[in-house]
């Protein structure tokens, strides 16, 4: 299988949310054992606006993920408190080039 | 027109870099003047690692911009002297949803 997915997470975190971190770590550990799952980079400027970009084998893998149990309760947890507001897109990848293979 | 590619662009900072400032504020500036560029946002953590994610309108003004001729100079510092590596990936957005429309 090769990646072809990639989630993008903006979201405005509520600098105020104090239990965030420990929601981020125990998400981060959960999704590295979902199928189809391939690797996440994270972001956080200063101002508390951040971007997760998350890669996945196909797009079936994705919305099991969105489903998962533990996910929804983060989820809540994001909407209700942590996040001031979010964006989520995804997209097909189309190609890529790296100075590694340069 | 929607915007339906997006352009992410992963990088090493080499931190002794000391005109990179100058070289990403006139990229910054001349991409905005591009034909089907619609938005871009960056982000770079405290060890030099950043990620800069550019939203077009379709693939061609993507790959228009990519032979620009000032472009092309800040290529060419960005492989020589600012970055110790980079990752380029080009995707086509499938989906996308927002807090702000929940």
């Known amino acids: 299988m090769q990646v072809t997915h990639v989630v993008i997470f903006y979201s405005q975190l509520n600098q105020a949310a104090e239990e965030y971190a420990e929601w981020a770590q125990a998400m981060e550990a959960l999704v590295e054992s979902q199928p189809g799952f391939v690797r996440a980079h994270s972001f956080r400027n200063a101002e508390g606006f951040g971007v997760t970009l ?49």
């Open 54 to 102: 998350s890669y996945w084998d196909d797009l079936s893998s994705i919305r099991q993920w969105g489903r998962h149990s533990e996910h929804a309760k983060a989820q809540a947890y994001g909407r209700e408190t942590a996040y001031l507001n979010f964006r989520i897109e995804w997209a097909q990848i189309l190609g890529s080039s790296d100075s590694e293979r340069a």
